[in-house]
């Protein structure tokens, strides 16, 4: 009935239809969709309608609009918050997150919690847990992570919007997979803390996946903060900058090749050339790249590491808390994998990786100099079929004896156990090392009704290019 986010906030400010009748309506759905696609994992409906019935509209731009949350760091008080993983399955949050706290500030009123992979590893949604999210568009394929579950309720149209997070590409890969639009903010854009402040060194950040441009800038103005106790603050956009007239025409690069050589399929590549006439049409000048500004075989070793490491320091958190050693069974064996790599990192190794992303983000910034955007395909296929990515016994066997290998020999391990789904996703993890803003749009359908978008990147802070360039191509598909 509504198509988004927005369209739904004007019908209750204007008294169309009640916050209620909205909540009720997205409940229904949710109840009604939810056992085909597994997308959502918790829920809490009587707190919704309680919220809704005694809504106060006042000048909250999203006021009484049904939202999810995705089930990993959008804690909000007193609710389930499992992180996909078993040692979780009953823990309740003691606190909210600022971002959640935000959301509601904004308004929207939360119906539970989206499938999430354990801790947000992968950019599949397989859970143990919760189990697979099934893709809207073929039940035999995974709606991809890790905010598959947010995507797959959008994509349905249990909500018209879900939070969600990007650390490597999570709210872009699934957008992709989903036709919807999927903006991962620059770093310092949205609230952080109270519980993490830096979430893997800054490389991911929370918003959420949408089915408007309309709805992601006017929640991106919105929920945009400046944090000053932050460790990144940024400045904030102006209301004229991302609502007022067209930019300047751009200088956009493109690429159809896999910055780590691997298959880029036809329709990946197709759905890239034919943004390139409408880009063109629309004044801006459009130039093929011949080679990516950076070596990103390195800076993925170098988000591997990383993410070993904050692992490591995550689960010595969970062993103080409950008081006891972590062990393989307490865990997915991939995770087991990423956590016993992060024991054998010396520090001064991890402090030269975080100097390397300062030099990546230099040398992103000096590229930007020449040209305002990159465009590549935000995946190189369609939503990959169930179990497409699942390990073999051979690496299980060593993926379970972890601590036998060096350092060395343990993050060659990590770079084997996520090759295959790294071939399918090899453009969304730049952005999250650099701090840059980069969008996914669904601008492309294969010949089997499979969607698949192209990824957008800008210079840090420039979110209000990639929003102006998408609200025209919008206007002219």
């Not at 309740?92 to 354990?118: H, K």
């Not at 893997?200 to 106790?229: I, N």
Request: net charge negative; hydrophobic share 40%.
């Amino acid at each position: 009935m509504y198509k988004d986010a927005t369209a739904i906030a004007e019908a209750i400010q204007n008294g169309r239809v009640s916050a209620e009748e909205v909540v009720r309506a997205s409940i229904e759905k949710i109840e009604a969709l939810n056992p085909g696609l597994n997308a959502v994992v918790s829920t809490q409906y009587e707190e919704a309608l309680e919220r809704a019935r005694n809504l106060k509209v006042g000048n909250r731009p999203f006021a009484g609009v049904p939202i999810l949350l995705k089930d990993l760091g959008q804690e909000q008080e007193g609710q389930l918050s499992t992180s996909g993983s078993r040692l979780f399955a009953r823990h309740r949050a003691q606190q909210s997150d600022r971002y959640t706290q935000r959301m509601e500030e904004l308004g929207f009123i939360v119906l539970g919690r989206t499938n999430t992979p354990e801790f947000g590893f992968k950019n599949i949604s397989d859970s143990r847990l919760h189990g697979p999210v099934n893709l809207p568009f073929d039940v035999t394929r995974n709606a991809g992570g890790s905010s598959g579950g947010s995507a797959a309720a959008v994509s349905s149209g249990m909500v018209t919007l879900a939070g969600a997070s990007d650390g490597g590409g999570s709210i872009r890969i699934p957008a992709s997979f989903n036709g919807l639009i999927g903006l991962k903010t620059s770093r310092g854009r949205t609230p952080v803390g109270p519980s993490s402040y830096r979430g893997w060194q800054g490389a991911s950040v929370h918003f959420a996946l949408t089915k408007s441009v309309r709805d992601t800038k006017r929640l991106l103005y919105h929920l945009q903060t400046y944090q000053v106790e932050a460790p990144f603050p940024l400045q904030t956009l102006s209301w004229d900058s991302l609502f007022a007239s067209r930019h300047r025409p751009l200088r956009i690069a493109f690429s159809l090749q896999s910055p780590i050589a691997t298959p880029v399929s036809v329709d990946a590549q197709a759905a890239v050339l034919e943004c390139i006439p409408v880009l063109e049409a629309l004044g801006h000048q459009v130039t093929e790249l011949r080679d990516y500004p950076l070596d990103t075989r390195e800076l993925i070793a170098s988000y591997y590491m990383m993410n070993s490491v904050e692992t490591a320091q995550m689960f010595g958190r969970i062993e103080a808390s409950l008081g006891r050693k972590m062990t393989i069974e307490d865990m997915e064996l991939m995770t087991w994998a990423i956590y016993r790599s992060g024991q054998t990192i010396p520090a001064y190794s991890y402090s030269q990786i975080l100097q390397e992303w300062d030099r990546y983000s230099a040398e992103m910034a000096r590229f930007h100099e020449t040209y305002d955007i990159l465009l590549t395909p935000t995946v190189a296929e369609v939503a990959p079929k169930h179990g497409q990515f699942a390990l073999d016994e051979h690496m299980s066997e060593k993926l379970r004896h972890m601590d036998a290998y060096d350092m060395k020999e343990q993050q060659e391990l990590i770079w084997q156990m996520f090759e295959k789904a790294l071939a399918w996703t090899p453009f969304t993890v730049q952005a999250n090392l650099t701090g840059q803003p980069s969008i996914s749009l669904p601008t492309y359908q294969t010949a089997q009704g499979l969607p698949i978008g192209v990824q957008l990147t800008a210079a840090k802070g420039r979110e209000d290019i990639l929003l102006s360039v998408a609200e025209e191509y919008e206007r002219m598909v």
